[in-house]
């Protein structure tokens, strides 16, 4: 079973609405981090958090680690078309670790 | 900066054939990674180096050897390909390990017949 798990597994949104991806740990999180994936691509960092309650945006994206560090939320407001891609959220317990990805389609 | 490079992009092997995938950072980073990518099962660690001189086992290390050639430089070797080992693959680097963002790299797309 995968330690982070993240939902949805895929999103489909027309172009201006707002969305959010979730990523649930069973065990507290020390750090999580958001990468996104654009089709055939590597990923690219987004962002990092380490602090329960702490959230962080870049540009028109916004994430928050919850206060018991065992979920984290992205947030895409006014989405458009650069923002599809796949988001994956990863942390770290020794090894680093990835969920299973959220595949993002904004449709024009 | 190159950033992180990989060769081959793409790859086709017979079942039992051997080959190694390279990858090289020019960033001056002291870890490096390689995962693979299925679908449904996301990114898994494949092997690991913290530093220059260590290599560690990850998630699926199976099947695969790895070699941190230099601080640049860490290859990851299929010594008898499968079907099973069909996937992407991609090499990532960070600073250090722990608590800081990792660079990927374009990934290798390898098929096994």
């Known amino acids: 079973s995968q330690e982070l798990e993240q939902s949805p597994q895929s999103l489909i949104v027309q172009e201006g609405k707002n969305l959010t991806i979730n990523c649930t740990s069973s065990?507290?999180?020390?750090?999580l981090y958001w990468y996104k994936q654009k089709y055939g691509e590597g990923l690219i960092f987004l962002m990092m958090?380490?602090?329960?309650?702490e959230e962080k945006s870049h540009e028109k994206i916004t994430a928050k680690l919850d206060e018991k560090k065992q979920q984290s939320s992205l947030h895409i407001t006014a989405s458009q078309p650069s923002h599809a891609g796949i988001y994956l959220c990863?942390?770290?317990?020794?090894?680093?670790?990835f969920g299973t990805g959220t595949s993002l389609t904004v449709i024009p | 900066n190159a950033g992180v490079t990989q060769t081959p992009k793409f790859q086709v092997l017979k079942t039992g054939q051997s080959m190694t995938l390279q990858c090289a950072q020019d960033?001056?980073?002291?870890?490096m990674y390689w995962y693979r990518q299925d679908p449904g099962m996301g990114l898994r660690l494949i092997y690991y180096?913290?530093?220059?001189?260590?290599?560690d086992k990850g998630e699926v290390p199976n099947g695969y050897n790895v070699s941190r050639l230099n601080k640049r430089e860490f290859s990851l070797r299929l010594e008898s390909a499968a079907p099973s080992q069909t996937s992407v693959y991609f090499c990532?680097?960070?600073?250090?390990?722990?608590?800081?963002?990792?660079?990927f790299g374009p990934g290798t797309r390898l098929t096994v017949t």
């Open positions: 990532a680097s960070s600073e250090v390990s722990g608590g800081l963002e990792q660079y």
């Open positions: 065990k507290t999180l020390y750090g």
């Open positions: 958090l380490q602090k329960g309650g």
């Open positions: 990863g942390a770290e317990r020794v090894k680093f670790y």
């Open positions: 960033m001056n980073h002291n870890s």
């Open positions: 180096s913290a530093s220059e001189g260590t290599t």
